[in-house]
């Protein structure tokens, strides 16, 4: 048995079964290692972006971490950004990264790098191999940290003469600590601002945006008359008919503040203190003002599920209290497209137990309230903010539910970071519908200038700004990967390819002129 | 003046003008700059990868820096595998990142992270930026960084209130220090290699293989009987006919150790001690030997075309000494496409003064033997190995060098990493021709795994090496980015196509099926 066959079986043992991979030479014997390793499946993606934010996606639907395999520092470099957006949604996730042979990095070779350095800032848990013999100790206990609830990023620097080398050694790994519960005085402080500082808010984030959580909130809500509120960007929010109206955190500080202006009270369960995605001129950092009364029930790392089961029934809840919403879909609208057409249409159309992964920008701005009433899905966002999560990221999450379709909400700009994961979903054959929100510019930036006081935008500042000259062919980019893909100009059209689309099985792309 | 007019300010005194962009919220003042500032063009990306891959490009054509724009940590991470390259390469960059406004930063917004961890292992110099009144002498600061002979990485962290603020500054730039010049004793040293120690070799790199530098090795090799040998994968070689014959470095170790061996001694002129890039069992890091005298004439970092010709002086070799090249096309091959024949027929048709671009990996392994005869160009490769570097380095240099044909010999599974590159061409109209060579596979991890024992590929290691099921479609992919593209199965169809995509102007993408 090579070190890297020992890694590879104590990554079985431990219950992992997947690895999204992009190769090199110093991986080779990795390679070997899952070739001879039965349960071990390997997804290939031709960018290292896809790889960290298929894992991403992958841990949030199936609830274990997935391995990656990346190629020495340059190679890690790759997929930083979306183990960001992994560290940010608080996914578990292990990454495995080929090093030079120990003997070989003194001599500097051209690929050498500080890997520590690259992979601290995106990493709960670093750990340098240091012989063949230690590897599958050293996959255990990555295990351990990533699966240290809700997750955590792991990373293995692995150099390639002890994977190499012969090894003998079998982890033990142990199951993961459950999260801590929280205390009595907690549920207790929690039960008095919603009683007593009203009106109050419950926030809800991470694992609180599970059925379970959001059950036990909605009995909360029933006897406190509580509002319900949640994270501007869920990393899995499950919703739709049968689930507890909430009210999501606006994106932009003014309109997240007037939100939250009427609430004497905001309990946090699992969700942090919320914090505006940019600091603007003359605007807090905090959403809650400093005089609302503000105190966690439960942080993201604590048991936030019997926390609030622990609140309802403190607060003498009925086991059934709640207000839960019906199927209320909106109906097919008819003509041009824009923003508002767009998100009904989808909302009307999504089928039962669809996961659909936003990441749409200003295109999809409007989805999000369209959907509540649509049947019950999983909703995934970009908690970390680093843009091209969306393709990959709904890469990982089908190949995690096979047998659940998957809708990608996707903005053109964000989308052309990483339209490699097309790739991938032709080769696995995956069920997944690409939405392309098409509106030939970074709009956002439009929407910041503005914001910024800029009314003419000049055609120098355009240049940073327009998708146009030339205008990107969505359709014969999916084409070029495999995938199949139509341009759609109304209502009507995006109504009748979509329903095909998740007719026919594997991806799908549907180009959304706006 | 806000700070960043006064940075860009800056920026133009000392001479730049060309700025490569992928902008977010954080970085609007720096949009709003650019507008505002004459004499400083910005170039748009779709992607990080390819912002850094064309500093590099342009560093290497234009002999001063290019701007970087780039957003927050995450954005940076995606850029620095191309930064990697072009520290490998010593290209001259200068990285402007946005960073949150100082105060927000406590906070913790979503995309906050350590961008300094991340920068440092790509950078020489790193700086953030503490006030308004200092960014147009941080600004002068980093470009006296990035201008150290023969270029640095220079990473300027820039506050969005800093850059927003009112700023008065204006920066002295001061001239680049010249590199040093190496000592009369290491002129006397290498003479008596290449005299007393035969047969010997010249090993040049770095500005060492510009034409001036190569003239003069030209006239020691003309006097001492040295050969003259060259990196394996340069920065910037000026060849092909009028130049003199090098024989270039093999990349597996064993091709180039045999090509070393003959030699007693060996002269590094602008290269370093080279050194191979993976560590392989049973197989030294250095391709000298320990028992071959060898000796440094000048580091990469020194003046190497001054020692050069102190060198030819101090051995009496007259001004005109020196084997040149002529004029020596391979014949134009027919039928079917091999790297032979692919290579040949590239090496017919390029035109005079052409920069090529290589990163075709083993689809172009003929192409450097093939082309020593070509008219007079400038052959581009990758110093640092990190995968696909082809196509941003490529548009670079384009804009650097717009008079100059650019022809980009990419391989198909490097070339996916950043093909976003063409959409940068196709916007700027650069008069660049990009070869995709198609084998539909990363064959280079076959050859190591051959290398490494295994001759029989299991189904399973297949899925990580093959880029089949489904095949990349490259003229679609090139028609999504407004790049006019045409599929060549022969010799004789590449010969047309290729002389028709030079004859016209702007980007053109031709898919070499191998």
């Known amino acids: 048995m090579t070190g890297a066959e020992s890694l590879l079986n104590a990554a079985v043992a431990a219950g992992l079964d997947t690895c999204f991979a992009n190769p090199g030479t110093t991986e080779i014997p990795l390679v070997q290692a899952i070739e001879n390793t039965p349960g071990m499946r390997a997804v290939l993606c031709l960018f290292e972006g896809v790889v960290t934010g298929a894992a991403d ?163 909360v809500a029933a006897v406190t008359g509580c509002k319900l509120l949640c994270e501007t960007t869920p990393t899995h929010l499950e919703r739709g008919a049968g689930t507890p109206p909430l009210l999501r955190l606006p994106y932009f500080p003014e309109w997240g503040m007037e939100l939250l202006a009427p609430f004497k009270s905001v309990v946090l369960a699992g969700a942090r203190n919320p914090v505006t995605f940019f600091g603007y001129p003359n605007t807090r950092s905090h959403f809650i003002a400093p005089e609302q009364l503000s105190e966690t029930l439960a942080t993201p790392e604590e048991d936030i599920t019997s926390a609030l089961e622990a609140l309802a029934d403190y607060l003498g809840a009925p086991a059934n209290a709640g207000e839960f919403g019906s199927l209320a879909r909106p109906s097919l609208p008819t003509g041009k497209l824009t923003p508002e057409t767009y998100a009904a249409t989808v909302a009307a159309i999504q089928p039962e137990d669809a996961i659909i992964m936003e990441e749409g920008i200003s295109t999809t701005r409007s989805y999000f309230q369209a959907s509540g009433g649509a049947p019950s899905h999983s909703y995934l966002s970009q908690p970390g903010g680093a843009i091209g999560l969306g393709m990959p990221c709904a890469t990982g999450a089908a190949i995690a539910a096979p047998d659940r379709p998957v809708i990608t909400l996707q903005s053109d700009g964000a989308g052309m970071y990483t339209l490699q994961a097309l790739w991938t979903q032709a080769r696995e054959g995956l069920n997944i519908t690409t939405l392309i929100g098409s509106n030939r510019r970074y709009h956002i930036l439009e929407v910041e200038l503005r914001r910024a006081g800029i009314e003419q935008i000049s055609d120098k500042a355009r240049t940073m700004i327009d998708l146009q000259r030339p205008e990107i062919d969505w359709v014969s980019l999916a084409k070029g990967m495999g995938v199949p893909g139509v341009r759609v100009e109304t209502a009507e059209a995006l109504a009748q390819e979509l329903t095909i689309a998740l007719q026919e099985p594997g991806p799908h792309l549907i180009e959304v002129r706006l």
Do not use: C
């Open 57 to 219: 996606g992958y841990a949030r639907m199936a609830g274990k971490p997935a391995l990656t395999l990346l190629h020495l520092g340059p190679g890690f470099a790759n997929g930083i950004a979306y183990l960001h957006d992994a560290k940010r949604a608080r996914s578990a996730v292990i990454n495995l990264i080929g090093e030079h042979a120990t003997w070989h990095l003194p001599a500097d070779p051209p690929l050498n790098s500080d890997i520590e350095s690259l992979a601290n800032p995106v990493s709960h848990w670093v750990r340098r191999n240091q012989s063949a013999e230690t590897l599958a100790a050293d996959m255990a206990e990555a295990m351990e940290a990533a699966s240290t609830f809700p997750g955590r990023i792991a990373t293995l620097i692995l150099p390639n003469d002890y994977l190499l080398a012969d090894a003998t050694s079998v982890a033990q790994f142990r199951a993961p600590v459950p999260p801590p519960k929280v205390s009595e005085e907690a549920v207790k402080t929690a039960a008095s601002l919603l009683l007593e500082h009203r009106p109050a808010a419950l926030f809800l984030g991470g694992f609180g945006l599970r059925k379970r959580g959001l059950k036990a909130a909605a009995r």
